[in-house]
């Protein structure tokens, strides 16, 4: 039998309390990866700081996998239809040939001023997914400790080719290194050029000293300490399970082929963007001959242009 004083909510004006489901729970982070939020910067001059460390990847079976999984990606940016838009991993990722790519090449070298304009349309980046472990962060500082999975750009690529190579101090260093690597000190702004703003992250850095590995316990982070530069056996167990205590896999951003879905919104989007054909998406056909491809630039012309070999849009990070 109900217990009629629990339900005097019924009656006195209580049900907003009941209400939990208009608010919206935001849940940042979710997707395991490590987002450098300009909005959270305390002081926009100064920019984002933090300090992360990258960490090799051990699978889930227990092996050594690759240190950072690179991934080739599109965005589809048509405003109308926005159901256009989207993001897709490029089969180049496969050494397949990738139609969206001959599509902003055909587009970018044609004679024809809009269909230039409208290549603008499809972005183009090269990321790369590693571990790392969020050291500090003035602005998130909840993330301290955890292991999560940075995605970033040429320049950071470049500045741990630098260390591995040994340009900046004059000794290698690879700073996935548990034992001897490198803190990456993160310093973000935002950039702006034109109508568009992007982070800048080219006065991120190395600190200069090799130290090991720092993992979680109950009284905060602890470096694990060596014994010419090696671990115990003891430390090399605790470091183990430590890699192991996260929340996400590096795996899951592998990048996937193309579905049957997605491969039919590309050729609608190739409808679209040269007006060849009628669109679900269109309700009237091309009047004249203004989206044709039929004017591509030869190889021979100065105006081709050609892919640069890690990106021929911008890849700021």
Known sequence: MANFNEMDDLFSGNLDSKMDFLNEKKTVNADGIYRIDLTKAKDKKKGYKSIIRFLPNLTKEGK???????????????????????????????????????????MVNSKNAILQEKAKSL????????????????????????????????????????????????????????????????????????DESYPDYKNS????????VSVMTEKGLKQVPTQDGKFSDKGQMAIKEFLMKR??????????????EQQAKINEIMSFMTGKSSSSYTNSKPSSDDFELEN???????????????????DFN
């Open 64 to 106: 050594v996998g690759q240190a950072a999984i690179e991934k080739i990606a599109h965005y589809v940016d048509i405003k109308n239809p926005k159901e256009l838009s989207g993001w897709f991993d490029s089969p180049k990722n496969f050494n397949e040939k990738c139609a969206l790519t001959d599509l902003y090449y055909n």
């Open 123 to 194: 972005k183009y980046t090269k990321k790369y997914y590693s571990y790392c472990l969020v050291i500090e962060d003035e602005q998130q500082p909840e993330l301290a400790g955890k292991i999560m999975i940075f995605q970033y750009g040429k320049t950071i690529k470049d500045k741990i080719a630098a260390e591995k190579n040994g340009e900046i101090t004059g000794v290698p260093c690879n700073v996935f290194d548990l034992s001897q690597g490198k803190d990456f000190v993160i310093f973000v702004k935002e950039i702006s050029t034109g």
């Open 205 to 212: 850095m190395f600190k200069p000293e090799m130290t090991s």
């Open 247 to 260: 929340d996400h896999d590096l795996e899951e951003y592998s990048p996937k082929k193309l579905s049957e």
């Open 296 to 314: 591509v630039v030869t190889s021979g012309s100065k105006e081709v242009v050609t892919e640069d070999e890690d990106d021929f849009f911008s």
